[in-house]
């Protein structure tokens, strides 16, 4: 079959926005760059050389790198603690988020912060946070700061669908919408709340639904279709910039990992793993998506995965070897 010769992704038939070539392949970049990223801390961890939790990203890369498409200079992302992905997708430098993994002195947090703590007001990252769902009324205050400022900026707060049963969610959500604050919610369901499934945990699955009782509008979004993430992301966006208020967004996604690394994950079946990688993984998909239109051939995606694996293996090299924090660092950033 002939490839069409279109020069944007987007088309009559799916409705969506067109997104040129050189935006689809910088997020086939990045989603394959927090995917390589995390594939070499988990092998760091197993070396010993990253201490305490450490919670990977893999199969849920579309997301933060589809939704950093669409925030704006001055927007702002917090998150829970598996925040690696979205570091990188925020453009922090992979040699300072590696090196805080294994507590070195570059790290983006000196050391201090590990995985599950980082921080790059810079970047508009304001965090991992490592208390369940505790990051959803700080995203809330986010987005309060920038109505109280006049600010015409977006506070993208996400969590988990283990999080979402959390009364302090319900309580951010009230307040957010009676203010008209602009926050929008992004629930990242990829299906167990460490190692228990959605179905066994949440009387409604449908978490967009959650934000009902407050008017608070939701929709469910493939989230291992990057394409799919930045159209419903943008949607999202908008409302909130508007000054309409608070949005929620469900997406759908997958951990091929267990919750973290000292999780064997019993819970499920090689077989249920098996079978998202085979037919939804969101990087194969991508791929797939270029090579269809005719915006890369497969030596130039070769090219790109070698590229990123070399990026990895410096941070990798640069994360083992760079020198630790000095003590008196111990008696620096504490409030006393």
């Not at 926005?17 to 997020?27: F, G, M, N, Y």
């Not at 986010?142 to 969590?159: D, H, I, M």
């Not at 990057?226 to 000054?243: K, L, W």
Request: hydrophobic share 40%.
């Amino acid at each position: 079959m002939a490839r069409p010769k279109a020069t944007k992704a987007g088309t009559a038939e799916t409705g969506r926005s067109p997104v040129s070539k050189a935006e689809l392949l910088d997020h086939y970049r990045l989603m394959l760059l927090i995917r390589r990223f995390e594939e070499r801390a988990g092998q760091l961890y197993g070396m010993g050389l990253i201490g305490g939790f450490c919670h990977l990203y893999i199969g849920q890369e579309a997301i933060a790198v589809g939704m950093q498409a669409i925030k704006k200079p001055g927007d702002q992302i917090i998150t829970g603690y598996r925040d690696h992905g979205h570091m990188l997708a925020a453009g922090m430098d992979p040699k300072a988020v590696m090196a805080e993994l294994t507590g070195r002195a570059a790290g983006v947090a000196k050391g201090k912060g590990g995985s599950m703590h980082m921080f790059d007001v810079e970047a508009g990252f304001f965090g991992g946070h490592g208390i369940v769902g505790a990051q959803v009324s700080l995203g809330t205050g986010l987005a309060f700061a920038n109505r109280y400022r006049g600010a015409a900026n977006v506070s993208f707060t996400y969590f988990g669908d283990g999080a979402a049963n959390q009364g302090q969610v319900y309580e951010s959500f009230n307040m957010a919408e009676l203010w008209r604050l602009p926050v929008v919610y992004v629930i990242e369901n990829n299906q167990y709340a460490m190692g228990t499934s959605v179905e066994r945990a949440s009387a409604e699955t449908h978490l967009h639904k959650r934000g009902a009782s407050f008017n608070i509008p939701g929709e469910e979004v493939d989230g291992m279709d990057v394409e799919a993430v930045i159209e419903a992301g943008a949607r999202a966006a908008e409302h909130a910039r508007s000054g309409a208020g608070p949005y929620l967004l469900e997406m759908k996604t997958y951990r091929y990992r267990g919750h973290s690394m000292s999780d064997p994950a019993k819970y499920r079946t090689r077989e249920e793993v098996d079978q998202v990688k085979k037919t939804r993984d969101p990087i194969d998909h991508l791929r797939e998506r270029l090579e269809a239109l005719g915006f890369a051939e497969e030596a130039a995606l070769k090219a790109i995965d070698a590229d990123v694996k070399r990026i990895v293996a410096d941070s990798a090299e640069f994360a083992r070897t760079a020198p630790e924090p000095d003590s008196s660092e111990l008696y620096t950033d504490v409030y006393l």
